[in-house]
């Protein structure tokens, strides 16, 4: 059974770091796509940070440039989000999203979230 589970949110205060973890399990994921993706409170979800497994190319949001980071544990099916200085309006519930890179080839799985709140 396929199954994405992320970890590792909390409260910090501006200025903090926090690490997000994203299992995956139940499924081949080698040829998927890997975004972090956040909904704020009364607004859309948004795109946070990607990678592809099959070139480790990276893409991020603008707002977080510089400051997340996405990775992958070569050892495991884990994926990490490092976040540093933080700030409130990064106040979301944070999800991990499995894509297939060629449309159609595979399912989209989603985990459950981590709630980050940023808040002194």
């Known amino acids: 059974q396929a199954r994405v589970v992320e970890s590792g949110g909390g409260m910090v205060q501006p200025g903090g770091s926090l690490r997000l973890s994203c299992a995956a399990s139940?499924?081949?994921?080698?040829?998927?796509?890997i975004t972090w993706v956040r909904q704020m409170p009364g607004k859309e979800s948004e795109s946070v940070a990607s990678i592809l497994n099959t070139s480790q190319m990276r893409t991020y949001r603008d707002s977080v440039k510089g400051r997340f980071t996405i990775s992958k544990d070569n050892s495991r099916p884990t994926w990490y989000l490092q976040m540093n200085d933080l700030k409130p309006e990064d106040t979301a519930i944070y999800y991990c999203n499995f894509r297939p890179i060629i449309a159609g080839a595979g399912n989209d799985y989603w985990g459950q979230g981590t709630q980050v709140t940023v808040s002194s």
């Open positions: 139940g499924f081949a994921s080698a040829n998927y796509a």
